[in-house]
């Protein structure tokens, strides 16, 4: 695949997978085939970049960088010219990282500002750290994000700690919660891509998506899939709020709606959807400024998958996003008809 140019829809998309973390979340990707984009990984541990599935593999360092981000930072200094290269000519790009360790904390603002100076739409997920892992951790986190949301027009941060508030949580073993993270990252990526990449019953372009992130500050972003004899009313519910989110989607002017179906869904069920979308977010009947929405159609799927990102709020509640997995809370009632 090396030196592959995509061209579906004329657009360009690079997802970059910076230190271990980000290269985990790139295998993940590459395995669960998610098309029509390049992946490159990034890191100072030349040994764990041996292990990555992605095309294009960029050395930044040699042994690590010892859970110091000033060394991952200048390491990618050192290496300017060549990630600049990494994300020229490319319409949109995905950065991954772990944030509160040496590569992903400080490299990953270095990629995202050369990324910035070409003007490319650039979109970072990043994980914050366990608190078990430590105050020196944290902070390093705390810091990375506020350099990472300098340059990038959407971040969307993902807690750790707050994985440990889903109600099975505390009986699964510690890797299953890092393969929780790299799910969420996966439908997010996935979300956002196959509305550009994937020909469906409603198509949408680079445009369209770039007219809702752009700049887009603070950010939620939620992603649901319908359970059997859900209605359409807890499928949204539970895809745009959640306890676990520091604010909902109340105030978004700016609104990308991806849905994923099979034939079992209706127009009655999509105008639904966005009916109380646009209800939750501007509190009135004629909805948000502005909301754009894709269908894709996959013919043999039985249930309803659901992403949403919401942006343009009007004030300042919150310095970066949190995101959940719908599917992890049961919002199911027995007095209500189901319809998928």
């Known amino acids: 695949m090396e030196g592959q140019e995509f061209k579906t829809k004329g657009t360009k998309i690079k997802i970059i997978g910076v230190g271990g973390a980000g290269g985990n979340v790139i295998n993940d990707l590459i395995s669960s085939g998610i098309e029509d984009v390049e992946y490159t990984a990034i890191n100072t541990d030349e040994q764990d970049l041996k292990k990555s599935l992605a095309e294009e593999k960029i050395s930044i360092g040699h042994l690590g960088a010892g859970a110091n981000p000033e060394v991952a930072r200048n390491a990618a200094e050192e290496k300017k010219r060549q990630l600049e290269d990494v994300v020229k000519d490319h319409d949109m790009i995905f950065i991954t990282a772990g944030m509160g360790g040496g590569t992903g904390t400080g490299a990953s603002p270095i990629i995202a500002r050369a990324a910035k100076d070409e003007n490319i739409l650039t979109v970072a997920i990043v994980t914050k750290p366990f608190d078990f892992e430590g105050k020196k951790r944290k902070v390093n986190a705390e810091n990375g994000i506020l350099e990472l949301k300098k340059y990038v ?188």
């Open 153 to 340: 027009d959407v971040l969307i941060v993902i807690p750790n700690q707050k994985l440990l508030d889903f109600p099975e949580a505390g009986n699964l073993p510690y890797s299953e919660h890092l393969k929780k993270s790299n799910e969420i990252i996966r439908f997010a990526i996935r979300g956002i891509t196959e509305l550009i990449t994937k020909q469906g019953l409603i198509n949408l372009d680079f445009a369209d998506v770039e007219a809702i992130m752009k700049e887009a500050g603070v950010t939620l972003f939620g992603f649901g899939e319908s359970e059997e004899n859900e209605t359409v009313e807890s499928l949204v519910e539970r895809t745009i709020t959640n306890p676990l989110l520091e604010r909902d989607i109340k105030g978004a002017t700016k609104i990308l709606v991806n849905i994923t179906a099979g034939k079992n869904i209706t127009m009655n069920h999509i105008q639904e959807i966005l009916d109380i979308i646009n209800l939750k977010a501007s509190g009135k009947e004629d909805g948000v400024d502005n909301l754009i929405y894709g269908m894709i159609d996959e013919p043999d799927r039985t249930n309803v998958l659901l992403t949403v990102i919401a942006t343009g709020f009007n004030d300042k509640q919150g310095l970066t996003t949190e995101t959940y997995d719908g599917r992890a809370f049961d919002n199911s009632a027995d007095d209500i008809v189901p319809v998928f």
